[in-house]
């Protein structure tokens, strides 16, 4: 027993009584580490941002409030008491935007205080740029953390504006783009209706005033000009970010007005267009002209050439392919289906012939290969991970695309389903899925006319009828796996293929010609 105290009180403790010390300890770290997961689920689903600015900041927010809902994000801009500095999301000075990685290579949020003519959000900081779901909402930031991006100092004597000419019917959906910017910065865009191009920045043109008539006041004179409130961005690669010409000025229905008075005025040639940085003495910088275009736009070209590869020779009359008819006359290529067209051709004698062919009339559906690429990817269009088969689902487009027209198709066999299809004001297009899509991974993707636009694409999962997701299979149904589209089958000898207006150039093959031969009876 003496040996037993002697060991108790010289600090030596025996095995069991060490044991209950470790596990009292491991008990208040595991309860440390459940109150911690707790507390991180519980800022987590407040939907609260982090702000790393990454730089030595004095009164300005470190977060954003918000609530979260899945992945949609309300960010509260405007959280009472924080009105003095919630102007700090859209920070002075050469701040550049949000981004959710640290060299700018993540997803872009901007914000800004509006100070156009909307009355719901005046003098309200608001959402400027922000990766959307297909519901609309903002999506949530990867992380839950945004890190300020700053801009750099930029050369601008080799800017080049894409775009150079545009109609008037074009002007609202009009997306400029333009190249040779020396560094990365924001600025405000301007544009004003003259008579001639600017010359050097020297700003000396002879353009439109307020009362729709020509001044020598240059574009900043007593002059009228469309003010953009919306950001202009140049990015670090030198070239600017997509800029809609049809809307974000302080008030759109004068962007309308100024539109009209500028191709109602026939001296009025160009449109020329400025961008003044942000935070900075630099003079507004011109960055291009672009020219009035006047002309009427040409009516879509929905007629297939019917008589392509059509010939006729009479065993007397020689060739008689002048004097063939086709019934129908002419093919409608903006629907789709069948359509037999008869050929008849009669000779000097009164002898016919006559021959049948059907043309088709469909759409050319992207290559997977070739355009379903990480470039043409946009991880916002469906928004959606896991979806029923014949579900209503709803796009929501890149900025640029409101108001454009295009196909919609779902992959992995390319099956339509929209032709012609018009994206909405706001960037959403609604269209159904097949009610027979198989379960798996598919992709689904917007096909605009306009060749200026890329196509653009998302993916998304159906699941078997027993609820549990079907795992793809790598090399199957992955857009970068390079799955090829199912072989077209081969067209009939009578067939001929004429592919949609708008979706592709027209063709008509599968057959070499018609020939009609037309013999005498007498």
Known sequence: MKDRDSVMRGGVKPLWLRLVGVLAALAMLLTGMVATATADAADNASGDVKLVWGRDMFYVKDAIEGVRDGDAWTPDLDTTGDSDYADTLDYGRDFYGWN???????DWYRFRRNFGRDSSTFNKVVVEQAPKLSNGKVKYPEGGVLYAQWQTAGQYDKVQLQQTKVRKSDFKNLTITSTGWGGTFRGALYIAACGEPAKDNTYDQSCMGPDGTMANEGPFGNNWYANYYNRFYADANG???????????????????????????????????????????TSPIKIGDIALDRSVAPAPDTVAPVFAGVSARDDRDGDVTS???????????????????????????????TVSRVVRVKTVAPDADRDLTGDTRDDGLIGLGVVAPGAKVTLQLPAGYAGRTGDVYVYSDPTVLAVGATVSDEGTLGVALPAGLPAGVHRIVFKPYDASLPLVWD????????????PST?????????????????????????ALVGVAVLVLAAVAGIVLAVRRRG
């Open 459 to 470: 993916s998304f999962e159906v699941r078997a009828a027993q609820g549990k997701p079907v």
């Open 474 to 498: 790598p090399g199957k149904t992955d857009a970068t796996a390079g799955k090829k589209p199912a072989a077209k089958q081969p067209l009939p000898d009578t067939g001929s293929d004429v």
């Open 239 to 281: 070239d600017s970010e997509p800029f809609s010409l049809g809307s974000g000025t302080l008030d759109d229905a004068d962007l309308s007005k100024f539109v009209d008075a500028a191709y109602a005025n026939s001296e009025v040639k160009y449109f020329t267009v400025y961008v003044f940085i942000l935070n900075s003495d």
């Open 100 to 106: 959710t990685k640290a060299d700018g290579t993540g």
């Open 323 to 353: 004097a063939v008819t086709v019934s129908p006359s002419a093919v409608d290529t903006s629907e789709l289906g069948e359509t037999t067209l008869t050929y008849t051709v009669k000779d000097k004698a009164g002898n016919t012939a």
